[in-house]
T-cell receptor
Framework: TQLLEQSPQFLSIQEGENLTVYCNSSSVFSSLQWYRQEPGEGPVLLVTVVTGGEVKKLKRLTFQFGDARKDSSLHITAAQPGDTGLYLCAGAASGYSTLTFGKGTMLLVSP | KAGVTQTPRYLIKTRGQQVTLSCSPISGHRSVSWYQQTPGQGLQFLFEYFSETQRNKGNFPGRFSGRQFSNSRSEMNVSTLELGDSALYLC???????????FGQGTRLTVV
């Protein structure tokens, strides 16, 4: 069974601070996705990474896929209250396998 | 392009009843997956359908079932509801595989 562990589980910061969220596994993934979910809503896809060592930037968000494709990180620069939400990483072991989700990191950004 | 649509958004059912949830995927998407989300367990995979066939199945009891129609719309059914079935049920669609999935808003099921 493939597991994805996210850390930290909860993060409360002030507006303007930087933060990093981690997603780790002992298994190799062919692709990894990051989602953000707001209360009572479905997760929204932020990015997909597929190549070991890949770095993708989405405005103030930077996503990195580990060289061995077992881990990933999400870095947010100058966090804003609108970044508040549950950040989920999800990996697929192969092209036709299902997604395995981490339990998420709950981020609260206060003004 | 319309997103994934789930109906209903909210449901309250009594223990022992059965319930059917509906999901309309993004147009052109053939893979539909269902997930159960609870505070303690996070998102857990229920099953995936592709071209009307169940392609993958999670570790849930047989009370949970699903199907997919020729237009890719999908339904999931839970029979003999238990209190522990209270959760947010999420449907996700993707072009060919379960990866890079786009989620609906979910159906909040409460069993009393």
């Amino acid at each position: 069974t493939q597991l994805l562990e996210q850390s930290p589980q909860f993060l409360s910061i002030q507006e303007g601070e930087n933060l990093t969220v981690y997603c780790n596994s002992s298994s190799v993934f062919s692709s990894l996705q990051w989602y953000r979910q707001e209360p009572g809503e479905g997760p929204v896809l932020l990015v997909t990474v597929v190549t070991g060592g890949e770095v993708k930037k989405l405005k103030r968000l930077t996503f990195q896929f580990g060289d061995a494709r077992k881990d990933s990180s999400l870095h947010i620069t100058a966090a804003q209250p609108g970044d508040t939400g549950l950040y989920l990483c999800a990996g697929a072991a192969s092209g036709y396998s299902t997604l395995t989700f981490g339990k998420g990191t709950m981020l609260l950004v206060s003004p | 392009k319309a997103g994934v649509t789930q109906t209903p958004r909210y449901l309250i059912k009594t223990r022992g009843q059965q319930v059917t949830l509906s999901c309309s995927p993004i147009s052109g998407h053939r893979s539909v997956s269902w997930y159960q989300q609870t505070p303690g367990q996070g998102l857990q995979f229920l099953f995936e359908y592709f071209s009307e066939t169940q392609r993958n199945k999670g570790n849930f009891p047989g009370r949970f079932s699903g199907r997919q129609f020729s237009n890719s719309r999908s339904e999931m059914n839970v029979s003999t509801l238990e209190l522990g079935d209270s959760a947010l049920y999420l449907c996700a669609s993707s072009l060919h595989t379960a990866a890079e999935a786009f989620f609906g808003q979910g159906t909040r099921l409460t069993v009393v």
